[in-house]
């Protein structure tokens, strides 16, 4: 009996097939010749015959040379911290392809000098939030926290309310952070209560700056109180306010969260925001405020560790001068409970147990906690949870009560058919 192995083509051969040349082409040669071994292996053990190893090569390989792939977020959570937060905008992803080639970042096309890093982007945040005086973008909100610690308090005193000193993702606490960068804090008040007396009694000559921290990711109800920053600009030194999920201006949406323009006006020094939370652009953290001080951060050494690179600058500015990011769409969108029912016939029509109820979404991502948004969704037996999770495109919904629930506030209405596909396929 002839060796089957004797049959298997050689590496050279199957690169040699055209649309294997062309995934060379497009996904680099090693990650092709790595399938391309893997599928010949799988032959030479007998589990493929010779033959199938070019379709087999072909099938194995992935869309992208990147590992991340797209995802339908059916959790009913707008940010969804495992799934990359805020979805970019169709003008913020055309800016990013304009700016992964060669730009004039930083160059000044008219002189031929040197010119200010990011500075449209900079302009832009500037005009988009009244009361900003000057902007600087950095790589994270945690960043810009630590920026504005290092370069206004290390060595010094932060004072800080008790009930703020807040854990963030992954474990990351804000007052490890703060005092990593030499500053130490001053807390005041009790968890619940803090009082402007409170703050006023803990200042002194090595007072750095008042920190305001919006409890974004959890909410103390009952016998509480806090001090507002429109009474903390009484005290007499730098006020900050770390406002969370980058509100540029109010929403009547989400009338308890704080946005940067409302916060200036109540008279902060400066506010840190992020940027791929409710703004819907890229991950970086946003400084805005008065001019003095963004100028200390700016020339601060640290600010050069932090800094952005042209394609946060670009998404960013795209974002914010651009038009309504798929956050902001999703906030504002109608017709839900139309398109859960119809998707829901459909379902049931192919023999597919659906049902359309009401939902309620949230914000997530570290904004707006405890707000529960108006939403609809599809449930399914719990089984297609996995299944879809699984499936091409996966789609990730949310268990509850044992039942898989498609919410629809985060899809967009132009993915409804991929989510009715994606359910057929994992029938």
């Known amino acids: 009996m002839a060796d089957q192995r004797r049959g298997v083509p050689g590496t050279d051969r199957v690169l040699a097939d055209p649309d294997v040349a062309a995934a060379v082409e497009r996904l680099?040669?090693?990650l092709v010749v790595r399938t391309v071994r893997e599928v010949a292996q799988r032959a030479r053990d007998g589990l493929l015959a010779p033959e199938q190893v070019v379709p087999e090569t072909v099938a194995a390989l992935p869309d992208s040379a990147s590992g991340l792939r797209p995802v339908v977020n059916a959790t009913g959570v707008l940010l969804h911290t495992n799934l990359g937060r805020a979805p970019l905008s169709a003008a913020a992803r055309e800016a990013l392809q304009v700016a992964a080639g060669t730009t004039d970042v930083e160059l000044d096309l008219d002189t031929g000098d040197r010119g200010p890093r990011g500075a449209s982007?900079?302009?832009a945040l500037v005009q988009a939030v009244p009361g900003a005086e000057a902007a600087h973008v950095v790589n994270n909100g945690a960043a810009a926290l630590a920026l504005v610690a290092t370069a206004l308090a290390a060595g010094r005193e932060i004072v800080l309310a008790r009930g703020e000193m807040v854990e963030i993702g992954d474990g990351f606490r804000v007052p490890d952070l703060l005092t990593s960068t030499g500053a130490r804090l001053h807390e005041v008040g009790a968890t619940n209560r803090a009082r402007l007396d409170d703050y006023r009694h803990a200042l002194g000559p090595d007072t750095g700056f008042v920190l305001k921290i919006h409890p974004s990711n959890f909410v103390i109800s009952g016998f509480t109180a806090e001090v507002p920053v429109s009474r903390l600009r009484e005290l007499d030194?730098?006020?900050v306010a770390d406002i969370g999920s980058g509100l540029l201006r109010p929403d009547p949406v989400l009338p308890g969260e704080p946005d940067a323009a409302s916060t200036l006006a109540d008279g902060a020094d400066l506010v840190i925001a992020s940027g791929d939370k409710l703004l819907g652009g890229p991950q970086c953290g946003l400084l805005l405020g008065r001019e003095e001080v963004v100028r200390r951060l700016r020339r601060h050494?640290?600010?050069r560790a932090l800094r952005v690179?042209?394609?946060?600058?670009?998404?960013l500015e795209a974002t914010v001068r651009g038009p309504r990011p798929p956050v902001a769409e999703a906030l504002?969108?109608?017709?839900l409970a139309e398109r859960a029912a119809a998707l829901a016939d459909s379902l049931a029509a192919s023999g597919i147990p659906a049902e359309a109820l009401e939902s309620g979404a949230t914000v997530g991502g570290g904004g707006a906690p405890g707000a529960v948004l108006p939403s609809a969704a599809v449930a399914l037996p719990g089984r297609f949870a996995k299944q879809l999770r699984l499936g091409d495109?996966?789609?990730v919904a949310r268990l509850e009560r044992g039942r898989c629930l498609l919410d629809l506030f985060a899809v967009e209405p132009a993915d409804d058919e991929v989510l009715r596909r994606a359910v057929l396929a994992a029938h």
């Open 28 to 30: 680099g040669h090693d």
């Open 121 to 123: 982007a900079v302009e």
């Open 237 to 239: 030194v730098p006020v």
């Open 301 to 303: 050494p640290l600010a």
């Open 309 to 315: 690179d042209k394609l946060t600058l670009a998404a």
């Open 332 to 335: 504002h969108r109608t017709g």
């Open 393 to 395: 495109p996966p789609v």
